[in-house]
C-alpha cells in the first residue's frame, strides 16, 4: 500500500485499521465500479436488527478465509467523523432539553461523517482491494431522515450522493424484524442512545421505510428475516456473499495488505 503525508492510524470498538489518506479527487472518484478493486457491503436495518452481531460475524469469516476486511460503522469510522457520532447520538441532556437536533441537523451532522467517512477511509481502502463491512449507510439515512422524519427524499438521494462522491454499495443485507422484537432485544444493550427514546410510531416508519427501499434496486439489496437465530443468519449471509468473492478472489487475496 503506498503511503503519503496523509497517512493515520485510528481505532474504534474491536478494529484497529491502518488506511492510506488520499486527497479528495472530485465528485466523479469512486463513481464508477471499475474504478475500485473491493467490495462494499453494508448492514442496515432497525434498532436492534442484529446489524453489528452480523457484520462483525461476517468480517472474522472473511478474515478466516484469508481476506482484508475493513470493518467500519456510520456515522463515524474516521476519527472526526466518530465525534460527529457522539453529538447525533449522545448530545447530553441538558443540550437536548435546550436546543434539540432538528432532523435537517441530523441529516447534516450524517453527511458531514459520511464525507469524512467515504474520502478517508472507505475509497482509499476499496481503491486498494478490501472488503468494507459497513454497519449501516445511505439507506439508513433514507430510512430514518427520510421515511422516519420526514424529510424529501428526493433532496436526501442527492445530497447524500453528494457527500458520498457517488459511491454505492456493492451489497446491503437488510435486517428485518418487528419492531417490538428488535427493541426487546436493545434494552440489553448498555450503550443507549438518542434515537432509543423516539417512539414506536417513528421505529415502524422506519422499518417501512426500508422494506420499501428494498424494493428497488432488488439486486442490490438482500432481506434478511432477522427473527432467525444468529447461527442461521450467519450462514445465509455467507451464501449471498461467497459468489462476489469468487469473482474478484484474485484481487482481493491477502497478497494486497493484512490490518
Ligand atoms: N439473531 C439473534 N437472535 C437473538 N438475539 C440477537 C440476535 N442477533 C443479535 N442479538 C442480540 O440482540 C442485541 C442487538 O444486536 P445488535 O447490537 O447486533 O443489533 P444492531 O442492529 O446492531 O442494533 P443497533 O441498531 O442498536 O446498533 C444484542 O444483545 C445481540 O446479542
Ligand atoms: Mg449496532
Known amino acids: 500500500m503506498d503511503r503519503n503525508p496523509f497517512s493515520c492510524e485510528y481505532q474504534w470498538g474491536r478494529l484497529r485499521c491502518t488506511v492510506a489518506h488520499r486527497k479528495s479527487q472530485g465528485p466523479a472518484a469512486g463513481s464508477t465500479r471499475s474504478r475500485r478493486k473491493g467490495l462494499f457491503v453494508t448492514f442496515e436495518g432497525i434498532e436492534g436488527s442484529g446489524k453489528s452481531t452480523q457484520a462483525h460475524a461476517l468480517a472474522q469469516y472473511l478474515r478466516s478465509q484469508g481476506f482484508w476486511v475493513v470493518e467500519t460503522r456510520e456515522p463515524g469510522g474516521t476519527p472526526v467523523a466518530e465525534q460527529i457520532r ?5 448530545p447530553s441532556r ?5 436546543d434539540p437536533l432538528i432532523p435537517e441537523c441530523e441529516v447534516a451532522l450524517i453527511l458531514a461523517a459520511r464525507s469524512q467517512h467515504v474520502a478517508n477511509l472507505l475509497l482509499p481502502a476499496l481503491q486498494q482491494g478490501a472488503i468494507i463491512v459497513c454497519d449501516r449507510f445511505a439507506d ?10 420526514g424529510l424529501s427524499l428526493r433532496e436526501l ?5 453528494w457527500a458520498a462522491q457517488g459511491l454505492t454499495p456493492d451489497l446491503t443485507f437488510l435486517f428485518d424484524l418487528p419492531v417490538s422484537q428488535g427493541l426487546k432485544r ?4 448498555t450503550d443507549a442512545n438518542r434515537l432509543d427514546h423516539e417512539t414506536s410510531a417513528f421505529h415502524q416508519r422506519v422499518r ?11 439486486r442490490r439489496i438482500h432481506t434478511i428475516n432477522a427473527s432467525r437465530s444468529a447461527q442461521a443468519i ?3 449471509l455467507i451464501t449471498v456473499v461467497a459468489p462476489l468473492l469468487e469473482e474478484g478472489l484474485k484481487t482481493r487475496r491477502l497478497a494486497l495488505k493484512q490490518v
Open 86 to 90: 457522539e453529538v447525533f447520538l449522545r
Open 157 to 161: 438521494r442527492s445530497l447524500t450522493r
Open 234 to 236: 450467519s450462514r445465509q
Open 208 to 218: 417501512k421505510g426500508f422494506l420499501s427501499l428494498a424494493k428497488h434496486p432488488r
Open 186 to 189: 436493545r434494552l440489553k444493550s
Open 94 to 98: 441538558k443540550l437536548q432539553a435546550v
Open 140 to 149: 439508513s439515512t433514507l430510512a430514518y431522515q427520510g421515511f422516519g422524519r
